[in-house]
């Protein structure tokens, strides 16, 4: 009996090598793989299929479902509804007009520009360098947010501006 997982980042069917046991991380997109939302079955040789078990507790469902496969796991196609294909085609659109477009260091899906955050407050204090004679960073300067679709991490940059004027600051611009 072969054992299979899907994962729940690339949705790629993941055979187990029987002697080596399950993945813990993806060897298509590399996350993990240990119960956050993993769909685990069994194919039985003969031609009969099992479902071994669900783990969806991020779902809502605890400890799972045992039961009967669903279609969608039988026929090999992944089923969608006609929401979330608009869904997808608007993120399309957003991530088309962004200047930047990084990959979520968490579970590398494309991350989607939520705002930008001036700092000029009396908090920040820019670092003196005797090197450079003078602040890389003095306020006030732009941060860029972005937010992941997927599983929702933030992370900000400095604006592309700003970044010139750093690189000015520090000298890279006479290299």
């Not at 996350?31 to 299929?49: H, P, Q, W």
């Not at 669900?54 to 479902?65: D, L």
């Not at 200047?99 to 009396?122: H, K, L, S, W, Y």
Request: glycine share 8%; charged share 30%; aromatic share 8%.
């Amino acid at each position: 009996m072969e054992k299979h997982a899907v994962c729940p980042w690339c949705d790629t069917e993941i055979v187990w090598d029987e002697e080596l046991g399950p993945e813990e991380f993806c060897p298509h997109c590399e996350n993990d793989l240990k119960a956050y939302r993993t769909v685990s079955f069994s194919v039985d040789n003969d031609g009969g299929e099992a479902v071994e078990g669900r783990r969806a507790e991020a779902a809502g469902i605890p400890g799972g479902r045992r039961g009967a496969p669903m279609d969608d796991e039988l026929d090999g196609y992944r089923h969608t509804s006609s929401r979330l294909l608009l869904l997808e085609e608007k993120l399309e659109r957003i991530l088309d007009g962004q200047e930047e477009v990084p990959e979520c260091p968490e579970c590398r899906e494309f991350m989607v520009q939520a705002g930008t955050q001036t700092i000029a407050d009396e908090r920040y204090r820019p670092t003196l360098h005797e090197a450079v004679g003078q602040p890389l960073l003095p306020g006030p300067f732009q941060l860029v947010w972005y937010v992941c679709p997927s599983c929702f991490h933030t992370q900000n940059r400095l604006s592309s501006n700003d970044r010139d004027g750093f690189l000015k600051r520090l000298g890279a611009d006479s290299l």
